[in-house]
C-alpha cells in the first residue's frame, strides 16, 4: 500500500517568506508527527496529532511555526517569516495511533532559505 | 526526561565483518528502544525495536540489537556487513506509550569492501 507522502521534496525560499509543508499519512493512521533534522543533526521532535487533535505543541521551535490536520488525513506545518536557521529536512511520520510502537516515515521536505 | 545517546558519529567496518552501532539510554520508567536506518535520499525505515521479553531483538536485514538494562544500552549488531549496510543509523526511546518518540543524533555507518 502507499506509504506516507511529503510534498514539495524540495522547497527553496527567501528569507521573510512564509512556506507550507503537506503530509499525507498512510490510510487509517491517526497518529501524525512532525520532525525536522538539521544537517549532520539528529532528528528534533516538532509536534504530534492524535486525529485532529495536536495535545502537545511545546517542541515547536518559536511562534512562527504552526501546524494543523484535518479529517484525519493531511498535516499541513506551515513557517512563517522563514530564517536561514529554518534550513532542514521536515520529516513526517505516522502511526496506528499514538500508543503503536512503529512510525512510518516520508521522504521528508528538504527546505533551504536563502 | 528521556534521552538517548549515540556516542559514534562515524563507524568504518570491512564487508564480512561484524559491526556494532552503540546506543545508550536515560527514561524514568521502562524503556521502549527502536532502531531505525536512514538510506541517502530516504525516509527513515524501521528496523527492530524492544518492548519487553526477550533482551536479544532481532529485526530486518539481519541486524539485532541486545537491551541491556544494567548497562542502559541497546547497542545495534550484525554478524556480517554489507556494503548496502552503509547508511545513517538511528536509537530512539520513549518511556511510556503516551510519549514521543526521542531520536539519538545518529551514526554514520560505512561498510568497505
Known amino acids: 500500500g502507499a506509504g506516507v507522502s511529503q510534498s514539495p521534496s524540495n522547497k527553496v525560499t527567501e528569507k521573510g517568506k512564509d512556506v507550507e509543508l503537506r503530509c499525507d499519512p498512510i490510510s487509517g493512521h491517526t497518529a501524525l508527527y512532525w520532525y525536522r533534522q538539521r544537517l549532520g543533526q539528529g532528528l528534533e521532535f516538532l509536534i504530534y496529532?492524535?486525529?485532529?487533535?495536536?495535545?502537545?505543541k511545546s517542541g515547536l521551535p518559536s511562534d512562527r511555526f504552526s501546524a494543523e490536520r484535518t479529517g484525519e488525513s493531511v498535516s499541513t506545518l506551515t513557517i512563517q517569516r522563514t530564517q536561514q536557521e529554518d534550513s532542514a529536512v521536515y520529516l513526517c511520520?505516522?502511526?496506528?495511533?499514538?500508543?503503536?510502537?512503529?512510525?512510518?516515515f516520508g521522504p521528508g521536505t528538504r527546505l533551504t532559505v536563502t | 526526561a528521556q534521552s538517548v545517546a549515540q556516542p559514534e558519529d562515524q563507524v568504518n567496518v570491512a564487508e564480512g565483518n561484524p559491526l556494532t552501532v552503540k546506543c545508550t539510554y536515560s527514561v524514568s520508567g521502562n524503556p521502549y528502544l527502536f532502531w531505525y536506518v536512514q538510506y541517502p535520499n530516504r525516509g527513515l525505515q524501521f528496523l527492530l525495536k524492544y518492548i519487553t521479553g526477550d533482551n536479544l531483538v532481532k529485526g530486518s536485514y539481519g541486524f539485532e540489537a541486545e537491551f541491556n538494562k544494567s548497562q542502559t544500552s541497546f547497542h545495534l549488531k550484525k554478524p556480517s556487513a554489507l556494503v548496502s549496510d552503509s547508511a545513517l543509523y538511528f536509537c530512539a526511546v520513549r518511556d511510556r506509550e503516551n510519549t514521543p518518540l526521542v531520536f539519538g543524533k545518529g551514526t554514520r555507518l560505512s561498510v568497505i569492501a
Open positions: 511520520a505516522s502511526s496506528l495511533d499514538f500508543r503503536s510502537y512503529e512510525q512510518y
Open positions: 496529532f492524535q486525529g485532529n487533535s495536536a495535545p502537545d
